[in-house]
């Protein structure tokens, strides 16, 4: 099972002669998604499978969540689990405390808890606030517990979000 949206995924196909079955939300995967709509605290999308369709609702958030359901998806056909059972395992599947988790303010802002330390991390949940409908024209970033040269690396992510006229406050 191999992430076909991934450079090294693609590379992994070409380079591989064993049996395999790509995912990803390009359309040439095996395993895609389309009709995405992400928000903090849930995810939906229809999932296309070569044994069928589903319709997927987490209740968790992220769009990158989206990638670890699809992978789950493809890993679970392989092992010939029907779709049905696929989704009632998908539908189960609940928050983890500090990935990606939201917490209730009672206020007009969302906050999302997500124990994001590396640059790519912290790309994966500025990435899914831009295709969020709870996020505005602005947001903060507070950090806490970052190792050394790490406060810089998350800065500079954060800095580059900025450029893509998002008002980022770090």
């Known amino acids: 099972v191999i992430n076909h949206d991934d450079p090294y995924g693609v590379r992994l196909v070409k380079e591989t002669s064993a049996k ?29 499978t070569p044994i ?3 319709n997927v609702h987490l209740g968790i ?12 998806i493809a890993m679970a056909i392989a092992l010939k689990v029907p779709l049905n059972q696929i989704n009632v395992g998908l539908t189960g599947a609940g928050v983890v405390p500090g990935r990606f988790e939201p917490v209730s303010t009672g206020r007009d802002f969302s906050v999302i808890v997500d124990y994001a330390h590396t640059p790519d991390a912290l790309k994966n949940v500025l990435d899914t606030n831009k295709t969020a409908s709870f996020i505005t024209d602005s ?10 040269n790490r406060d ?7 800095v580059g979000y900025k450029m893509q006229e998002k008002k980022i406050v770090v």
């Open 52 to 54: 069928g369709e589903i």
């Open 61 to 72: 958030g992220g769009y990158f969540q989206v990638y670890n359901a699809l992978g789950s």
């Open 152 to 158: 810089y690396i998350i800065r500079v992510t954060a």
């Open 20 to 48: 395999i079955l790509t995912y990803g939300i390009d359309r040439t995967a095996d395993v895609f998604a389309d009709k995405i709509k992400a928000d903090c605290d849930s995810v939906e999308f229809c999932a296309h």
């Open 139 to 148: 947001m903060g970033i507070a950090q806490g517990n970052l190792m050394v």
